[in-house]
């Protein structure tokens, strides 16, 4: 019985370990120098140095800080099935 639970438990630290190693895989932080096209009280619009677009998630409360037409160093995570988020930004 001793046993038993053991194994399980071992188990389950192996399905855990596998998971967070998955998780970790389709998750990549970039960071870019971008210009702030338009700001929405959830997410942000931005232009990087090649002209390509993409709308950042932001967090609650920091739209009033970001002005519109400005340049900025941006840090982000993205992940395959999410919308990239924001991590940090500095003028």
Known sequence: MKKTNRLVTIGMIIL???A???WNSYSNVTGAQVKVIE???TAIK???L???QDMIQIPKGIYKLIEVDHDYYIKYEHRKWERPT????EP
């Open 46 to 48: 931005i232009q990087d």
């Open 39 to 41: 700001v929405h009280e």
């Open 50 to 52: 090649s002209g390509q």
């Open 86 to 89: 924001l991590i940090s930004i």
């Open 20 to 22: 967070l190693a998955v």
């Open 16 to 18: 855990l370990l596998f």
